[in-house]
């Protein structure tokens, strides 16, 4: 069992963040500051929503419909061996569970070893720090510099759908909190 920070979890699916009918976790706590980031709020490093990588694969698993795992931020990879955790207890009950993780690190900086552990279970990893003048309004990621990498092929028939398609939001209403899931289009594609 890990500890996991969260800003915040999206427990009954969207299909804004990747292929099928999505979980998502935004971690709490990042070292970047990239201007115009969209969670902002999920930069601190400060407790938020405590929970254990075994509570929420307890959720996860309650939702058969529920088709993979996007896990934003924040940045996912400081709580790293949590989320290893969380991922190896799902896929302990249903092996092919697919998972996607957006990271402000580039790929060939994430060699600490929870990292490298977390990357061996990550199906796509979206590497990079946003850049609002790169922003193009296209595919699953926040600006063009962010590279989409398939780690595995247990998502690649959706590879074009990921680089090149339109993005997609959701809306999800919880009394007086509204919570918007998905990459904003920034120039109105
Ligand atoms: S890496 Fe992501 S969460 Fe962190 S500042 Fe950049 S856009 Fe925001």
């Known amino acids: 069992m890990g500890y996991l920070n969260l800003l915040n979890a999206c427990r009954t699916g969207t299909r804004a963040l990747g292929p099928g009918l999505r979980y998502v976790i935004w971690v709490q706590g990042c070292p ?6 969209i969670t902002p709020e999920g930069r601190e490093i400060e407790a938020k929503l405590m929970t254990t990588s075994e509570s929420v694969a ?21 709580q790293s061996a949590s989320l290893s955790d969380l991922i ?26 929870d990292a490298e552990d977390l990357l061996s279970l990550a199906d796509v990893v979206i590497d990079g720090q946003y850049r609002e003048d790169l922003d193009d309004g296209i595919g699953l990621r926040g600006s063009s510099n962010q590279r989409i990498l398939f780690l595995s092929d247990r998502l690649t028939s959706y590879k074009d759908e990921m680089e090149k398609g339109c993005r997609r939001r959701d809306i ?18």
């Open 32 to 37: 970047f500051s990239c201007p115009g980031c």
């Open 58 to 78: 307890e959720d996860i698993l309650s939702r058969p419909y529920i088709d993979g795992l996007t896990v934003s931020g924040g940045e996912p990879f400081l």
């Open 88 to 113: 190896r207890r799902i896929r302990t009950v249903r092996p092919n569970f697919n998972v996607i993780i957006f990271t402000g690190y580039r790929l060939e900086h994430l060699t600490w070893h």
């Open 172 to 189: 999800e209403i919880r009394g007086a909190e509204t919570l918007f899931i998905g990459i904003p289009d920034k120039k109105g594609h």
